[in-house]
């Protein structure tokens, strides 16, 4: 619960208090702190980057309550577009670690690990492709927040006590997925998407020379930047291509 105790339990039972330091709903994460926890040893970190499809990996958490509960699996795909929160906001799309390892509630927010002991990702039971929130987890269908992107999120925590990521300041379709790429439905005034002279109407179609098939696309790619990133977009206005470059703000979130 918001309000509620936070305890830190370790391996052996001990139990200490924690409190929050900040969250991150956009992308699914919080930074605790416990300082009365003793004797407790850094996870050593990995690179999401560095998986490829069918390496095997290992969720390790308390699903449904069962204290130290490992399930193991393989990284089924890699930048999958998911949402972190209700399958309605779109605005909380990020690119997630795909795997068929068991993630329950109670794992989330645990590591995913590779076979070399490195956590390459936070598991997420509430991620899901925006049509099976109720049926998340277990289902041969799990989740997991980047390495990369839990560093960058904790860092910005740690540093101002809050998360920011990056947008546009335009609106996007999400629904109509012909694969030519990003729509843009509107564009708020004073917004680096106004300044760089996007209109409704544009369809972005790559990010960085990277293709951009629709809406939920090109948010996920604005995701894996930071804010104040310069990022190049493709974009056809009136049938015409242009390149635009983009200084990305930030918003709290």
Same mark, same amino acid.
């Given at each position: 619960k918001d309000d509620g105790p936070i305890w830190v339990v370790d391996t052996d039972g001990r139990r200490v208090k924690a409190t929050i330091v900040g969250r991150s709903p956009v992308y699914d994460l919080a930074v605790i702190s416990a300082p009365d926890a003793k004797g407790l040893k850094p996870a050593s970190l990995g690179a999401s980057a560095a998986l490829r499809v069918g390496e095997q990996v290992v969720a390790i958490g308390s699903p449904l309550g069962l204290s130290s509960t490992v399930t193991a699996g393989i990284v089924s795909a890699l930048d999958r577009p998911v949402t972190t929160g209700d399958s309605a906001d779109d605005t909380s799309y990020i690119n997630a670690v795909q795997t068929d390892a068991a993630?329950?509630?109670?794992?989330?927010?645990?590591?995913?690990v590779n076979l070399l002991g490195?956590?390459?990702?936070?598991?997420? @039971?509430?991620?899901?492709?925006?049509?099976?929130?109720?049926?998340?987890?277990?289902?041969?269908?799990?989740? @997991?927040?980047?390495?990369? !992107?839990? +560093?960058?999120?904790?860092? !910005?925590?740690?540093?101002?006590?809050?998360? +920011?990521?990056?947008?546009?300041? @335009?609106?996007? !379709?999400?629904?109509?997925?012909?694969?030519?790429?990003?729509?843009?439905?509107? *564009?708020?005034?004073?917004?680096?998407?106004?300044?760089?002279?996007?209109?409704?109407?544009?369809?972005?179609? @790559?990010?960085?020379?990277?293709? *951009?098939?629709?809406?939920?696309?090109?948010? =996920?790619?604005?995701?894996?930047?930071?804010?104040?990133?310069? *990022?190049?977009?493709? =974009?056809?206005?009136?049938?015409?291509? +242009?390149? *635009?470059?983009?200084?990305?703000?930030?918003? =709290?979130?």
């Open positions: 993630i329950n509630p109670g794992n989330s927010g645990g590591p995913l490195q956590v390459v990702g936070v598991n997420s @039971a509430i991620a899901t492709t925006g049509g099976i929130q109720d049926e998340a987890g277990n289902i041969g269908v799990g989740f @997991a927040i980047p390495i990369e !992107q839990v +560093r960058t999120t904790a860092a !910005q925590i740690l540093a101002t006590g809050k998360a +920011r990521y990056p947008i546009i300041g @335009a609106k996007v !379709q999400t629904g109509d997925d012909t694969g030519d790429g990003a729509e843009i439905s509107a *564009v708020d005034p004073d917004t680096p998407a106004a300044k760089a002279g996007l209109e409704k109407g544009d369809i972005v179609t @790559a990010v960085d020379g990277q293709r *951009v098939t629709d809406g939920i696309g090109l948010i =996920v790619a604005i995701r894996t930047h930071q804010p104040g990133d310069k *990022v190049t977009f493709t =974009v056809n206005h009136a049938g015409k291509d +242009r390149k *635009v470059v983009i200084t990305l703000a930030g918003q =709290v979130g």
